[in-house]
């Protein structure tokens, strides 16, 4: 069987359209990335030589000798001795959000999307629901529960235990369920394993993408977490994650803005580093998301 391949006819409209579009994107990563770069470029560089550059071209190259880059960050680490803790609490918050997000959210993802039961519809509606109201109307009920359980004499605790449950994680979960053939667990059932082996051992495996993808949100959402941080370890500065510790570090007299430039670029690069590695999985987990 002959195969005709079809040849592309670009036309100059046409080349003029991608080149126009190419040359839009082009300056849109510019203008998104600049900010990000002076950042990175200036926490190499003294106070007095990052004013002394401002205002001009200068400013966004590494003008200290190559010798002198890291001072800042030397300094960074001797002036505050907390701020080694607060990247390493930042990672275990984080792995433990993850853990407890993925294990808990997908075990109620998969009971809405497989079991039916008096109030089923409810909840899902009640979830959907849930979608549409910001996040930061529920801190205040969140904190006066933890208050009422006693939770907030145990920092951690508080903190983690409201972010190990999410509506919208719930939601994709129990989505991307209602895609697995319901075969595959039955045949699970005949050859004798009970519901929670047939999720680790069959769901679990074919559903490795949203798992992944609800992994790198968590991540992503536990690493910039800010507000509910600053409450809760107020006062404990040992416990603090990296996105609170950074306060302490700006409001710090007399105020050194290379050691700022030099703290923020700590914590942009894990996020830094997940997108590069990882954006793959993110496009397709907002694209799952929409389209769900």
């Not at 002394?52 to 300094?75: C, H, Q, V």
């Not at 050859?191 to 082996?197: E, H, I, N």
């Amino acid at each position: 069987m002959n195969k005709t391949i079809k040849k592309r006819k670009y036309t100059a409209g046409k080349i003029t359209y991608k080149i126009l579009f190419y040359l839009l994107l082009f300056v849109l990563c510019v203008i998104f990335l600049f900010p990000v770069w002076w950042m990175i470029v200036n926490s190499f560089k003294s106070q007095s030589l990052i004013y002394s550059d401002m205002g001009g071209f200068r400013t966004f190259l590494p003008t200290a000798p190559i010798g002198e880059w890291f001072i800042s960050y030397r300094l960074l680490f001797v002036t505050f001795k907390e701020f080694g803790r607060s990247i390493l609490n930042s990672v275990t918050y984080a792995a433990l959000t993850i853990s407890g997000v993925l294990i808990i959210n997908s075990l109620a993802g998969y009971a809405l999307s497989r079991f039916v039961f008096p109030g089923h519809k409810l909840i899902v509606s009640i979830i959907i629901l849930i979608l549409i109201v910001p996040v930061e109307t529920s801190i205040v009920p969140q904190y006066v529960i933890l208050f009422r359980l006693g939770l907030l004499k145990v920092p951690v605790l508080a903190y983690l235990i409201p972010g190990f449950v999410s509506p919208f994680y719930i939601f994709m979960f129990r989505s991307f369920f209602l895609g697995i053939p319901r075969e595959l667990e039955e045949a699970a059932y005949i050859d004798g394993c009970g519901g929670l082996r047939t999720f680790f051992r069959i769901i679990v495996p074919c559903s490795l993408p949203v798992f992944a993808t609800v992994g790198i949100f968590t991540f992503m959402g536990s690493w910039n977490e800010y507000i509910f941080a600053q409450l809760m370890f107020a006062g404990h500065q040992s416990m603090m994650p990296l996105q609170t510790y950074l306060q302490i570090i700006n409001k710090y007299q007399p105020q050194d803005l290379s050691l700022v430039l030099a703290s923020l670029t700590f914590s942009t690069i894990p996020i830094a580093i997940v997108y590069v590695l990882f954006q793959r999985w993110i496009v397709e987990g907002v694209a799952f998301g929409g389209l769900k």
